[in-house]
């Protein structure tokens, strides 16, 4: 309405400069003039069609469309509200006009409405804004545009200002966010489900994963395993076989060859009992089959015929074998060479024999043996009295003689009188000593248990040392379990050796003990004449003495008794002495 | 001779030992009966009689001196043929020996030996011995 006569007016001035430039040229100027009226006239007329054209648009559109002076002092007055506005607000256009933002609406909406007015006029641009404004008591939304009006001189003096009502955009816009929130929350209970679901599908994977390792693991396993089987049944001594229900051979491991000499390939198929001896043949065929029948292991001790033709003694060990529906399918078995075996059992055998035959040799001589003892026997007696009966009467007539003929026999006769009864005594002591050697074991001797320290006194008090003679036993000697009159026997001579011979004015006898676990160790020492090394080994042995033995009437039988009955108990004796440096025979007893 | 004379039978097959009895009596001046048998068989027939005859030996009082080694009849026979003979099992024996064998010994007494003498190869004191014997026996009461 009034902007658009303004623009009209606007352009006036520059028409009136046209004017006056064109008042020379007056005529044809006037008549230029009236054309100008004519023109004017018709544009009044178009800008009038154009008015009301604009005006029904003005009243007819459902946007709001109201108008605000911007005075001066910076104010904002209604002063148009279309009736779209007036429908809008429920207020009139006759109520509004002239009314400040303040007058129509709550102080702080007016606020934020001047506000927006403000920031139109400043920017002097076109503003858009959405905004809630209380129309007849309810809120509603408006998509606001202003735009700023300018007077000729540039200043703007108007506000047009378009509001559309844009509630509903609003209500769904709030509905669409309360919808878009519930999806957001669907999508993220949704997501927090696929989280979930993926997690899941996740330790399924591993799962699956890990059993496929499993399966994998469990597979090596099984290669190894069937591996190690394999190297075993290749590898074992033993020959593992197969046949079929017709008793084939159909499965021969790496040993077969070693035992029979035969490849499996060439003896496959055939027939298995046909490779053992003539003998064996039989019972192998009638296994097979009881075997079949009788589901029973069986083993036998049989002859493989190798290749060379030879016969090799093997253990045989048949099972049946069964398919999965239970239908005997043949046998499985073992062949173990035994041939060693065999050999150690016969070669047992033959030495079990030689055994049984040597023991009845063995047992022919100790009845051998028995008899010459018994013979022995018969000797010892015989000897003790009918050698000593012819020597006692040489003894006693030798006597008589001296008696008889008293001053009449010269004194050397007497001398050798003496003489060849001092042979008599030492062949007696020769008989003595030669009977008691042989009876050595002998006779069985008892075991008696007594004080080691009585029966050296018992000893010693027998040999009645003399006065100048010191014999000294150990503090402690033990209690003994033992053939007493051996052990005597060999005390009782080692100490009257050492007696007899001593050269000393002080002579001294030493007898020491030491238990050694398994046996006892004596010594007997002496401070006597001492054996030169030369002569240790020879005075063990019968009747070996040392001096003539006209000086001692000495018959060299006491050191071989001593010997013989340590050796016959299982001790040992040594002799250790130097000519001159006394003696110490040292003997191991057994407990 | 004294009544309570003993009558002695030496039963000793070796001469030289008879002499040995013979000297030592003669020695110590024992004058007891002493008779000689040279083994066991005589000694028996000596203590028995033969056939029937009167013993040659005096049957009451008597001592037999006997050796273990004789022929024909050695001294532990005879002493077992002497205890079971009813009227000789009670004769007093003195076994007067060379051998020192238990087993001799052992037999001897198991036979009821009054005493078991032995014989050296030299018995310097055998007289002594001798009359010992003989002193002792003719104390003792005889059964």
Same mark, same amino acid.
């Given at each position: ?290 075997? +079949?029948?009788? *589901? ?9 015929? /190798? =290749?060379?033709? !030879?016969? @090799?003694?093997? $253990? ?35 030495? +079990?024999?030689? *055994? ?9 001589? /100790? =009845?051998?043996? !028995?008899? @010459?003892?018994? $013979? ?216 | ?114 005493g078991y003498l032995l014989k050296p190869v030299t018995f310097v004191n055998f007289a002594e011995v001798m009359a010992t014997l003989n002193k002792y026996w003719t104390l003792c009461e005889m059964p």
């Amino acid at each position: 309405m009034a902007q658009f006569s303004e623009d009209e007016l606007r352009s006036q001035p520059a028409a009136n400069q046209q004017l006056q430039l064109l008042q020379a040229q007056l005529a044809d100027s006037q008549r230029k003039y009236r054309q100008l009226q004519i023109n004017h006239e018709q544009t009044v007329e178009v800008l009038r069609c154009q008015e009301l054209f604009l005006r029904s648009i003005y009243s007819n559109v459902r946007e709001a469309i109201f108008v605000v002076d911007v005075l001066p002092d910076g104010d904002f007055r209604y002063v148009g509200f279309n009736p779209a506005s007036e429908r809008l607000t429920g207020l009139s256009a006759q109520s509004v006009v002239g009314k400040t933002p303040e007058d129509i609406l709550p102080a702080a909406t007016a606020g934020a409405v001047r506000e927006r007015y403000r920031s139109c006029v400043e920017t002097e641009q076109t503003v858009e804004y959405e905004e809630k404004l209380p129309f007849a008591g309810k809120d509603s939304w408006w998509l606001t545009v202003l735009t700023p009006l300018r007077n000729s001189g540039e200043d703007i003096y108007r506000i047009v200002g378009v509001s559309l009502n844009i509630t509903a955009r609003k209500q769904i816009e709030s509905r669409l966010a309360m919808l878009n929130s519930e999806l957001e929350s669907r999508v993220a209970a949704r997501t927090a489900e696929l989280e979930t679901a993926n997690q899941a599908k996740d330790a399924l994977l591993k799962r699956e994963r890990h059993s496929k390792a499993e399966i994998e693991a469990a597979r090596q396993a099984l290669i190894m395993s069937e591996r190690r089987y394999r190297s075993v049944v290749e590898n074992i001594r033993e020959v593992i076989f197969q046949t079929d229900a017709g008793g084939r051979w159909t499965f021969l491991n790496a040993s077969w060859q070693k035992i029979s000499g035969f490849s499996a390939s060439e003896s496959l198929g055939q027939l298995f009992w046909q490779c053992f001896h003539v003998e064996d043949q039989l019972w192998c065929r009638d296994r097979l089959q009881q075997t +079949a029948q009788d *589901l029973q292991e069986q083993r036998r001790e049989t002859r493989l015929q /190798t =290749r060379s033709g !030879e016969y @090799r003694w093997v $253990e045989i060990d048949i099972q049946p074998h069964y398919n999965e529906a239970g239908t005997f399918v043949g046998a499985v078995g073992i062949i173990d060479d035994i041939s060693d075996r065999r050999q150690a059992q016969e070669m047992l055998k033959a030495r +079990a024999d030689e *055994l049984t035959k040597i023991n009845t040799i063995l047992l022919h001589t /100790t =009845r051998l043996l !028995e008899r @010459r003892n018994q $013979e022995l026997d018969q000797f010892a007696y015989v000897a003790s009295h009918d050698l000593k009966a012819p020597l006692r009467a040489i003894a006693n007539l030798s006597t008589w003689l001296e008696e008889d003929l008293g001053d009449r026999l010269p004194e050397e006769s007497k001398e050798h009188m003496q003489l060849m009864r001092g042979r008599v005594h030492r062949m007696e002591a020769l008989i003595e000593g030669l009977l008691a050697y042989s009876r050595i074991g002998r006779k069985e001797v008892p075991t008696e248990t007594f004080f080691l320290s009585e029966l050296l006194e018992d000893v010693i008090d027998s040999l009645a040392p003399p006065e100048n003679f010191e014999i000294n036993l150990p503090p402690a000697l033990p209690t003994l379990t033992t053939k007493r009159l051996m052990l005597g026997q060999i005390f009782s001579n080692l100490i009257s050796n050492a007696i007899k011979y001593n050269d000393k004015a002080q002579g001294k006898v030493d007898i020491r003990f030491q238990d050694q676990g398994a046996c006892y160790e004596f010594s007997v020492s002496d401070n006597g004449l001492g054996i030169s090394p030369q002569y240790h080994d020879k005075i063990f042995q019968v009747f070996q003495t040392l001096e003539a033995r006209d000086k001692t009437e000495n018959t060299g039988i006491g050191l071989s008794i001593v010997k013989k009955i340590i050796d016959t108990e299982g001790g040992t004796i040594a002799v250790d002495s130097q000519l001159g440096q006394g003696t110490t025979f040292r003997f191991t007893w057994p407990r | 001779m004294d009544s309570r004379a003993i009558n002695i039978l030496l039963v000793e097959d070796d001469e030289v030992d008879v002499m040995n009895v013979k000297r030592a009596f003669r020695k110590n001046n024992i004058v007891n009966p002493l008779y000689i048998a040279g083994n066991g068989l005589e000694a028996l027939e000596m203590l028995q009689g033969i056939q029937g005859d009167s013993p040659l030996i005096p049957t009451d009082r008597r001592l037999i001196l006997l050796d273990l080694n004789m022929p024909k009849m050695g001294g532990i026979e005879f002493l077992q043929n002497l205890r079971s003979a009813p009227k000789l099992s009670l004769t007093p024996v003195i076994v007067l020996t060379t051998s020192n064998q238990d087993q001799d010994r052992v037999e001897a007494y198991k036979l009821n030996v009054a005493g078991y003498l032995l014989k050296p190869v030299t018995f310097v004191n055998f007289a002594e011995v001798m009359a010992t014997l003989n002193k002792y026996w003719t104390l003792c009461e005889m059964p």
